[in-house]
C-alpha cells in the first residue's frame, strides 16, 4: 500500500462495533458488516461517520432497493450516504448525479462486502452549493432513476492527472489518482474503471487546495498509464450520463435528513 495512504488517519474496528453496538442493528449484521473491513475505508472517515454510515443496512435491503440520506456536517459540508446492492458502476452513477448538478465533492468513502453482496458509499459536498432548488431536484430525480432519461453533462479534464497502483495482491491493487480538483473528476474515474471491467472494493477521495489525491482499493489490475491518459487535460469532452440506478432512494425527504444513530 502507497506510503500516503497508510499514513492517513484510521478509525478502528473496534470504535466502530462500539458504536454501533449502541443501536438497533443485529449483531450478526455488525460482524458481517467489520470483518475484513478494508483499511481504505476504514481511514476514510471518523468512526462515528461510519456507524453512521452503516446503519443504513438495517433494516434488510430489498433486491432492487437504493438507500441515501444527506446530513449537515460541523465543517461545513453535507454527507450523502447511498447503500445498496452492489453493483459495478454504482459509484460512478450516484457521482454522475451529482456532476450533473454542478456540485463538487469534496471527500467521497466506498466499501463492498462479497459476502451480503452489498455496497456502501458516502460523498461530501460543500453546504452552500446544495441549494434549496438543486436538492428539490435531486430528492426528485433519485427515486425515479431508471424509469425516466437521466441526467447528462460533459466532463473536460483540466491539466495533467497522474496514477500509480501498486503491485496486485490476491487479485487486488491500490490505485492512487492525483489530479486537479473539478466538477465530475470522480464521475470520470469511477465509469473509467466500470468500463474496464475493474470492481471498486474500497475508496478514499480527499479533495485539498485544488487538487485531489484519490485512492481505491480495486480487484483486477487496470492499466495506470492509460487511466492517467483518460484523465488529463487536452481539450476532450467526455459525455458523462447517470445511468441504471435502480430503485427507490429511501430516507430522503423534501429536505436535509439528519440522519442520527437509532438507540
Known amino acids: 500500500m502507497p506510503a500516503s495512504v497508510a499514513s492517513l488517519a484510521m478509525a478502528s474496528v473496534s470504535e466502530v462495533r462500539s458504536l454501533l453496538a449502541e443501536t438497533t442493528v443485529p449483531q450478526e449484521l455488525i460482524d458481517e458488516s467489520l470483518v ?16 453512521h454510515d452503516l446503519v443504513l443496512f438495517h433494516p434488510p435491503i430489498g433486491p432492487e432497493e437504493v438507500r441515501a ?3 449537515a456536517l460541523e465543517d461545513g459540508g453535507i454527507r450523502l450516504t447511498v447503500a445498496a446492492h452492489d453493483r459495478r458502476g454504482l459509484l460512478a452513477d450516484t457521482a454522475a448525479m451529482l456532476a450533473a448538478e454542478d456540485l463538487s465533492v469534496s471527500a467521497a468513502s466506498a ?6 453482496g452489498l455496497a456502501l458509499h458516502a460523498l461530501t459536498i460543500k453546504r452552500a452549493e446544495l441549494s434549496e432548488a438543486r436538492w428539490n431536484r435531486l430528492s426528485r430525480r433519485l427515486p425515479r432513476m431508471g424509469q425516466e432519461e437521466p441526467p447528462a453533462f460533459h466532463f473536460t479534464p483540466l491539466g495533467r492527472a497522474r496514477v500509480r497502483s501498486s503491485p496486485s495482491a490476491m487479485g487486488r491493487c491500490v490505485v492512487t489518482v492525483t489530479a486537479a480538483d473539478q466538477v465530475g473528476l470522480l464521475w470520470a474515474i469511477c465509469r473509467w474503471f466500470a468500463d474496464q471491467g475493474i470492481s471498486i472494493e474500497a475508496a478514499h477521495i480527499a479533495a485539498v487546495g485544488g487538487q485531489v489525491e484519490d485512492h481505491f482499493l480495486v480487484v483486477g489490475q487496470p492499466d495506470a498509464s492509460a487511466l492517467a491518459a483518460h484523465l488529463t487535460g487536452g481539450g476532450r469532452s467526455l459525455p458523462g450520463l447517470a445511468v441504471d440506478v435502480a430503485g427507490a432512494l429511501g430516507g430522503i425527504g423534501a429536505g436535509l435528513v439528519r440522519r442520527v444513530l437509532p438507540r
Open 111 to 116: 466499501m463492498s462486502w462479497a459476502g451480503s
Open 69 to 71: 440520506v444527506a446530513h
Open 36 to 51: 475484513g473491513a478494508s483499511a481504505v475505508w476504514l481511514m476514510s472517515a471518523t468512526a462515528e461517520m461510519l456507524a
